[in-house]
């Protein structure tokens, strides 16, 4: 049995406190948040696990083996600090921390104390992302040519981080996994209109180099929520619809032919447009946090390395500060 504290108790903590309470080889020990009220409230509905206020106690209590953070992201770094310094293992909502700096601490840290460091990358434990990942490994899109991406709903604003930081973290984490490369540049602008300090409406723009560029916009000010990727390939082209119910994936088997020809005499560029059948695979139902939870606790017990570990967190963070670089510059081009 792992023994778990969950800290953070506000809008995300609870879903973590649910999945361990309901996985096999896991105890949740403690529930954690310094706000009055807010861990008695989640000991109740759950009550094998305790009640605390401290993080740092529970950090270095020796019923707990491992810790999962859903904190504000200025927290992350010094609470996975602790717990890894502490031998336990950690489990980190996105984004892994504030500045790369700090994510390649907790790496060398976690790999100097041989515990595991995962990153909640949650999209890459759903169907819908592995069976895309599956598909491009396949070859069935052909070379990507672009990759546009719709994140935007009305909120929910943050205290502590803009919306590239918060909203953002997704995509690129999807992006990195599917693409395998870091981008070589980025360019992002990015305003500020109902939030005093930080950017609510963003567009962010990712070189990947061999001519695959890629496109993100995220937004807290949208009236209709939108989640939406597009893969745009030699040979086919995938929509992928998350807040579809039934056709999360559509694969276009549609491509465009150039080639130069003779037209009445003349040398002309010859387009062709190919359009086929639009496919939609069937994808396996089920909570992505699930997933992640039961890979966590697989890691813990087998000792192997977490599908999003550090380096995919540290990854992420790398582009969200170059991102925030570029805004500060007016969407000035930084160079990763
Ligand atoms: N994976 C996802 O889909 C997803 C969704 C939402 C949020 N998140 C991430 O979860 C984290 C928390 O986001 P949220 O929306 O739940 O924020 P929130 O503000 O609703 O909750 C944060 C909670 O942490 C508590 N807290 C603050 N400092 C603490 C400390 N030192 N120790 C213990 N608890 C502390 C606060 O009292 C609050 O209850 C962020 O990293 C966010 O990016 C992930």
């Given amino acids: 049995m792992t023994r778990i504290a969950v800290l953070g108790l506000g809008y995300w903590g609870p879903n973590l406190v649910r999945n361990f309470h309901g996985a096999d080889g896991a105890r949740l020990r403690f529930v ?71 994510a390649e601490e907790l790496i060398e840290l976690a790999r100097a104390q041989g515990v595991v460091l995962m990153v ?38 943050q205290n502590d981080v803009n919306v590239v930081w918060d909203l953002a973290p997704h995509d690129l ?17 990015g305003s500020a209109h109902k939030h005093r300090q930080f950017e609510d409406v963003a567009y962010i723009n990712l070189d ?9 916009h995220v937004s807290w000010l949208s009236p209709v929520k939108m989640r939406q990727i597009m893969l745009s390939g030699s040979e086919r082209c995938l929509v992928y619809n998350d807040v579809d119910p ?31 059948d639009v496919w939609s695979p069937h994808l396996e139902r089920g909570e992505a946090l699930q997933a992640v939870v039961a890979h966590f606790l697989e890691c813990v017990r087998d000792g192997g390395a977490p599908l999003t570990d550090g380096a995919a967190g540290l990854r992420v963070v790398r582009i969200l500060e170059a991102a925030q670089q570029s805004i500060k510059a007016q969407g000035g081009r930084i160079t990763l």
């Avoid at 990947?208 to 993100?216: K, R, S, T």
């Avoid at 999360?248 to 032919?257: G, H, R």
């Fill in 32 to 102: 954690c948040d310094p706000r009055p009220g807010r861990a008695e409230a989640m000991a109740r509905a759950y009550p094998a696990a305790e009640a605390a206020t401290d993080p740092l106690a529970v950090i270095a209590h020796p019923e707990v083996d491992a810790v999962a953070l859903a904190t504000p992201v200025d927290t992350h770094h010094p609470l996975a600090k602790a717990a890894i310094a502490a031998g336990k293992h950690v489990l980190v909502e996105k984004p892994l921390a504030a500045s790369s700096e700090q």
């Fill in 173 to 189: 984490a999807i992006v990195d996994h599917l693409v395998g490369r870091l981008p070589k540049s980025v360019s992002v602008f």
């Fill in 120 to 157: 909640d990358h949650v999209f890459l434990y759903t169907a819908a992302v592995r069976r895309i990942k599956e598909i491009i490994d396949r070859g069935d899109l052909g070379t990507l040519y672009f990759i546009n991406s719709v994140r935007v709903n009305l909120g929910q604003f």
């Fill in 246 to 276: 039934v056709e999360k994936i559509k694969v276009y088997d549609s491509s465009v032919t150039v080639r130069e020809g003779d037209l009445e005499g003349r040398r002309r560029l010859l387009v062709d447009y190919r359009s086929g």
């Fill in 208 to 216: 990947f180099g061999q001519g695959l560029i890629a496109g993100f």
